[in-house]
């Protein structure tokens, strides 16, 4: 009994120690100095148990303790034990202890060097590799067919798969799944290696020690399917959240928050998100708190029954000292790699979903010409465009935004496009440019069908400046030209920025057309008013010289100076192209030769100025109520 006792205390030494020396000392005694792992500060402790006095003197070896062990590391520290063990009550000489657990050591570190170089090297491949998908990401959006990208599933989906680039915990999805691979392969070996050392004790603790961690698995499983089937609520949360965030930072809406008083309406739908995220992450935790108690109960049964059979067999002297050491640490090592390997898994199936949401975002059809057609043949003079009875109705709705348009733009016609808001302005526009495909109908250049051309060949036949303007952080010059550096005609960008309206501007800026927009980002950047990012969105289009020109209400935030300014620039600019005005003021359209009224989704009224108030109809009627605040004597009301 006096020797189990021992021994007992041997193997929790052996066990519990982190990185010690195990040195014989005088009088047949042995003292373990080591470091505790959980205690990182330095502090040392000291322990004795007894052995037999004939043991060797003065043996003198390293333990090392490890994480995730390669293979080779994790036999290697499951030997060690054993064979110090062995080596010192098998009366080995102390030479040849040293020798023995002096190689075994040297394995170990040339593993654990290996291993670490290795690491190095693939974490710098890892880092271009989330770069290069990260790109993919961005090119597949920026490419994406507008009428795709516009809807609201793709957006989301988008945002999942941007998700999937992040670095969450030192840990990219992206790419993961290779790195859970290899340690889902090498805790296998471990795991293969170790089952036979404790098949050799009894088939059935194999069993049962595998069949614990297969609960472990369907638990969190189940944890990984609520959460991947919850995830379009959750990111549509998550998205709203963070659109209330951002505008509620946004310089541009900071006048409108201040003077009417929308901060705490703002701060009460954040709160109300906010809310919502919240009771989301606790349900999620709480699911996860489940499966992570039966897995700590699983844990306790496992162990502890593993252990009680291998004390059981050492107090009935059916095993030697060493190989209780061996089985001891096997049992653990054993239970460590299930672990891992459950771990691995989980994290790689958590992986593979958000990877899904990547992939299912890059695999996204796109929709594009059959490039049987070229503009190139089309650049060189005004072309004509027809519609064709053409329709369009955006998805879900029960009506056509436009119905059985049909219209011809006659080469070298300057054709204005007027009617109150809804009527389908804007969306004909989108047509005209290929950014919406139609529903039905046919639009020809020259008579070819637009689906012909390839959609990045065919946006080289427009020059449009729509009403939301968007500038970016570039130079005016770089924004004129949509180019960086050398590739800016310095020339060119600068007629056109002059001719556009921005003469008085550039010549009061110190840098010129150099320099660059949004304060945010550059320290002399500058902002400009709406009236002068509409007249550089102008010579934007002026720098192209496509042979279309698209106008979508370019005058809605000049007064009416500019707005004169720019009448004059659409006649230079519109002088050898087919071009398309749209405007609530009808008074702008007169120098267009044809004007055309849409109403409901339809064409009601088509001709001239003088025409259409001859007519009496529509127009007339429209034009009357604009003009009459004009009119000496005015006073509104019933007059109206």
């Given amino acids: 009994m006096r020797f189990v006792h021992r021994w007992k205390q041997l193997v929790h030494d052996l066990s519990f120690l982190g990185p010690c020396v195990l040195q014989w000392k005088q009088k047949g005694a042995i003292c373990l100095e080591g470091i505790n792992p959980k205690a990182l500060s330095g502090s040392y402790e000291q322990r004795r148990v007894e052995l037999s006095a004939d043991a060797p003197r003065n043996a003198c070896v390293i333990l090392c303790h490890g994480g995730r062990r390669p293979t080779g590391r994790a036999w290697a520290e499951l030997r060690l034990p054993a064979l110090v063990?062995?080596?010192?009550?098998?009366?080995?000489?102390?030479?040849?202890?040293?020798?023995a657990a002096g190689a075994l050591l040297a394995l170990t570190f040339l593993a654990v060097g290996l291993r670490d170089f290795c690491k190095t090297i693939l974490e710098a491949q890892e880092s271009r590799y989330r770069f290069y998908l990260t790109s993919c990401l961005?090119?597949?959006?920026?490419?994406?067919?507008?009428?795709?990208?516009?809807k609201k599933q793709t957006r989301d989906l988008r945002k999942r798969a941007e998700e999937a680039s992040y670095m969450m915990n030192g840990k990219v999805p992206l790419c993961q799944v290779p790195n859970l691979m290899t340690e889902l392969i090498r805790n296998a070996l471990c795991y293969a290696l170790f089952g036979t050392i404790l098949s050799r004790i009894s088939s059935l603790l194999l069993v049962l020690l595998t069949l614990a961690a297969l609960v472990n698995l369907l638990c969190v499983r189940a944890y990984n399917r609520y959460e991947y089937a919850s995830r379009g609520e959750r990111t549509d949360i998550g998205r709203r959240l963070r659109y209330v965030s951002k505008n509620a930072a946004d310089f541009a809406a900071a006048k409108?928050?201040?003077?009417?008083?929308?901060?705490?309406?703002?701060?009460?739908?954040?709160?109300?998100?906010?809310?919502?995220?919240?009771?989301?992450?606790?349900?999620?935790?709480?699911?996860?708190?489940?499966?992570?108690?039966?897995?700590?109960?699983v844990i306790l049964l496992r162990d502890g029954g593993a252990y009680t059979l291998l004390l059981v067999m050492a107090v009935r002297g059916e095993l030697r000292p060493d190989e209780f050491v061996l089985y001891f640490s096997a049992i653990s090592g054993f239970a460590t790699f299930i672990g891992n390997m459950i771990?691995?898994?989980?994290?790689?199936?958590?992986?593979?979903?958000?990877?899904?949401?990547?992939?299912?975002?890059?695999?996204?059809?796109?929709?594009?010409?059959?490039?049987?057609?070229?503009a190139a043949d089309h650049r060189e003079h005004a072309p004509e465009i027809t519609f064709d009875h053409v329709s369009?109705?955006?998805?879900?709705?029960?009506?056509?935004?436009?119905?059985?348009?049909?219209?011809?733009?006659?080469?070298?016609?300057?054709?204005?496009?007027?009617?109150?808001?809804?009527?389908?302005k804007t969306t004909l526009v989108k047509l005209l440019c290929g950014l919406y495909a139609p529903t039905s109908g046919t639009i020809r250049i020259d008579g070819?069908?637009?689906?012909?051309?390839?959609?990045?060949?065919?946006?080289?036949?427009?020059?449009?400046?729509?009403?939301?303007?968007?500038?970016?952080?570039?130079?005016?010059?770089?924004?004129?030209?949509?180019?960086?550096?050398?590739?800016?005609?310095?020339?060119?960008?600068?007629?056109?920025?002059?001719?556009?309206?921005?003469?008085e501007k550039l010549d009061a800026l110190p840098h010129g057309m150099d320099t660059h927009l949004d304060k945010q980002v550059n320290p002399?950047?500058?902002?400009?008013?709406?009236?002068?990012?509409?007249?550089?969105?102008?010579?934007?289009?002026?720098?192209?010289?496509?042979?279309?020109?698209?106008?979508?209400?370019?005058?809605?935030?000049?007064?009416?100076?500019?707005?004169?300014?720019?009448?004059?620039?659409?006649?230079?600019?519109?002088?050898?192209?087919?071009?398309?005005?749209?405007?609530?003021?009808?008074?702008?359209?007169?120098?267009?030769?044809?004007?055309?009224?849409?109403?409901?989704?339809?064409?009601?009224?088509?001709?001239?100025?003088?025409?259409?108030?001859?007519?009496?109809?529509?127009?007339?009627?429209?034009?009357?109520?604009?003009s009459c605040w004009y009119q000496p004597g005015y006073q509104g009301g019933k007059q109206a």
């Avoid at 063990?85 to 020798?99: D, M, P, Y």
Wanted: glycine residues 8%.
């Fill in 524 to 626: 002399d950047g500058i902002e400009l008013s709406g009236g002068e990012a509409q007249k550089l969105m102008m010579a934007r289009a002026l720098y192209k010289d496509a042979p279309v020109l698209v106008l979508d209400e370019p005058t809605a935030a000049l007064d009416p100076i500019a707005e004169n300014e720019v009448y004059e620039q659409y006649r230079r600019m519109a002088a050898g192209k087919t071009s398309l005005f749209i405007s609530h003021r009808l008074a702008s359209t007169r120098f267009c030769d044809r004007i055309v009224l849409l109403r409901d989704g339809g064409i009601a009224e088509e001709g001239t100025h003088e025409t259409l108030l001859a007519a009496g109809g529509e127009y007339a009627r429209l034009y009357e109520i604009q």
């Fill in 138 to 150: 961005e090119e597949k959006s920026m490419a994406m067919f507008y009428q795709t990208y516009e």
């Fill in 256 to 297: 409108d928050i201040r003077i009417y008083g929308m901060a705490t309406w703002l701060r009460e739908t954040f709160s109300d998100l906010f809310r919502q995220d919240t009771a989301w992450s606790a349900r999620l935790n709480r699911r996860l708190l489940l499966g992570r108690l039966v897995d700590l109960l």
């Fill in 85 to 99: 063990v062995s080596e010192v009550t098998g009366g080995q000489t102390f030479l040849h202890a040293a020798l």
């Fill in 392 to 424: 369009f109705r955006y998805d879900g709705a029960a009506h056509d935004t436009l119905h059985d348009i049909s219209l011809t733009l006659r080469a070298g016609e300057h054709v204005a496009l007027v009617g109150l808001n809804g009527a389908g």
């Fill in 343 to 374: 771990s691995a898994w989980n994290e790689m199936q958590t992986a593979s979903l958000k990877v899904s949401d990547y992939r299912q975002f890059m695999e996204l059809p796109d929709t594009d010409g059959t490039g049987t057609a070229h």
């Fill in 448 to 503: 070819v069908p637009a689906a012909e051309f390839r959609r990045d060949d065919y946006a080289a036949l427009f020059a449009p400046v729509f009403q939301e303007v968007r500038t970016a952080c570039f130079s005016l010059a770089e924004t004129a030209a949509c180019a960086f550096g050398p590739e800016v005609d310095r020339e060119r960008a600068e007629r056109c920025l002059r001719a556009a309206g921005l003469r």
